[in-house]
């Protein structure tokens, strides 16, 4: 079992910047993949970014390149997600997951709890 909990949502206004923090514990953290996603209301949870379990390999959704990063420090057992730049479509409940590295959630067999975000125009 892997236990995750997220910190770091809030209200921030347009262009502004959040960073989400991961924390896990449990099973080897440094043996799963790690990925943000979000849900906004009414819509499908879909993927932010994924990271592999060395931090070697990442994977972006397109909307989000350039302005967000994931990282992780395995020695802390967290993973991050730097957002800069923040629009309102960016608006969502963010959930971290463990698992296999990948863009799907099918892949991930742990999930926090999430946190709220929410850009004001």
């Known amino acids: 079992q892997v236990q995750l909990v997220e910190s770091g949502g809030g209200l921030v206004q347009a262009g502004g910047s959040l960073r989400l923090s991961c924390a896990a514990s449990?099973?080897?953290?440094?043996?799963?993949?790690m990925g943000w996603f979000r849900q906004a209301q009414g819509k499908e949870r879909e993927v932010v970014a994924a990271?592999?379990?060395?931090?070697?390999?990442?994977y972006y959704k397109n909307s989000v390149k350039g302005r967000f990063t994931i990282s992780r420090d395995n020695a802390k057992n967290t993973v991050y997600l730097q957002m800069n730049s923040l629009k309102p479509e960016d608006t969502a409940v963010y959930y971290c997951?463990?698992?296999?590295?990948?863009?799907?959630?099918?892949?991930?067999?742990?999930w926090g709890q999430g946190t709220q975000v929410t850009v004001s125009s």
């Open positions: 997951a463990a698992g296999s590295y990948s863009s799907s959630p099918n892949h991930y067999d742990y």
């Open positions: 449990g099973r080897t953290f440094s043996s799963f993949g």
């Open positions: 990271i592999d379990r060395r931090g070697g390999l990442t």
